[in-house]
């Protein structure tokens, strides 16, 4: 059978060069590509080659997530996921609106590949397998930037439907890293790593997942904006290894022009993670889950319910949630005439 691709973004600005680029060259998968929007984007956004979905559209999909979840947030993707996964998609990729794809981005996926494995069940610094150098991805904690790397044995086929794919020139690091040390930054283009056990935190920014995992796709609302993505990741990667999946991370496959960031708000932001990813993860760990794509959506439940009881996670989360899992469950219901409509 062959794949449908679909690439989802949100952007809340006009049509950057990364969107320009996407648009024009997503026929080389022969990928729909999505754009959704937001209160602050511009009232008549227009890109040939792409989907756009305004407010309105979102509420037209009749997701109930799109009609409950508050607007002017980053989560608002996950309606961009849920009219993909409607329309079909069986590869789904995740970028944003200011990473450029390089020619690799355009190459077929797989979500089983060969590639160094790390099974120990630690911490692991993940950008250091792909560069010899001081950097580490948003969301580790900091004591365990320069802890050793464990050692990576060689898989022929390990079966990874969560992939993260790296970003060169302006990498996906901490407003630390971004205060104090310097860029423009280029990883080697080394062999893939894929972690089973071991923990990483991976974005949003340039990720593929396959139809087992969609629903760990669920980015959450009342949280840290810094750490939406990252403890998605972490409920992830909790969930997968609890199905013996592996969580891929792959040389740098597009480069980022940045929007513009104050700095100082987003260290602001990053300060719950500096302060609670490792009771995070320790948390999660202490979760009993139910191995099968069956119990994902119960494995989901526990994990955020274990979130909202550290305080992390707002109690209002949990509802949301349940408008995500619902409106999966329709997703797999809808014939091609109920398939949700945007602007083109």
């Known amino acids: 059978m062959s794949e449908h691709y679909a690439i989802v973004i949100t952007s809340i600005n006009p049509p950057t060069r990364a969107v320009t680029e996407i648009a024009r ?8 590509f999505i754009i959704v929007g937001d209160h602050k984007s511009p009232p008549h956004f227009s890109q040939t080659g792409a989907t756009y979905l305004d407010l309105e559209a979102q509420v037209r999909t009749g997701f109930r997530y799109a009609s409950d979840a508050p607007t002017q947030h980053y989560a608002r993707k996950n309606i961009g996921y849920l009219y993909a996964i409607a329309a079909g998609a069986t590869v789904l990729i995740e970028t944003d609106d ?15 590949v060969s590639a160094r494995v790390v099974e120990a069940p630690t911490w692991v610094n993940v950008y250091r397998y792909f560069h010899a150098g001081l950097i580490w991805p948003r969301g580790l904690p900091l004591d365990q930037v320069n802890a050793p790397l464990p050692d990576a044995s060689i898989a022929n086929a390990i079966y ?3 992939q993260q794919g790296l970003a060169d020139e302006n990498p ?8 104090l040390l310097p860029i ?7 062999e893939p790593v894929a972690l089973r056990s071991a923990w990483c935190p991976f974005n949003s920014q340039n990720t593929t997942w396959w139809p087992e995992a969609f ?14 993505d990252i403890w998605r990741s972490f409920v992830a990667q909790r969930i997968a290894y609890a199905n013996g999946w592996g969580v891929l991370f792959h040389a740098a496959s597009v480069f980022q022009e940045r929007n513009a960031h104050d700095l100082m708000r ?14 995070i993860r320790e948390a999660l760990e202490g979760i009993i889950l139910t191995p099968g794509t069956a119990h994902i959506a119960d494995g989901m439940r526990s994990c955020y ?8 996670v707002g109690r209002a989360e949990l509802p949301l949630l349940e408008a995500w899992l619902e409106d999966l469950r329709s997703c797999s219901a809808r014939s091609p005439v109920d398939k949700p409509v945007g602007r083109d």
């Open 25 to 32: 060259d997503a026929r080389r998968l022969n990928a729909q």
């Open 98 to 112: 200011d990473n450029i794809p390089r020619p690799d981005f355009w190459l077929p996926r797989t979500a089983t």
């Open 160 to 162: 990874c439907p969560i």
């Open 172 to 179: 996906d690091v901490d407003a630390i890293y971004r205060l």
């Open 184 to 190: 423009p930054f280029s990883f080697e283009q080394a």
């Open 215 to 228: 629903p760990l796709l669920y980015l959450p609302y009342h949280c840290s904006f810094r750490m939406t």
């Open 266 to 279: 987003d260290f602001a932001e990053e300060v719950p993670g500096y302060l609670h990813n490792t009771a």
């Open 305 to 312: 319910e274990r979130l909202v009881a550290l305080d992390l």
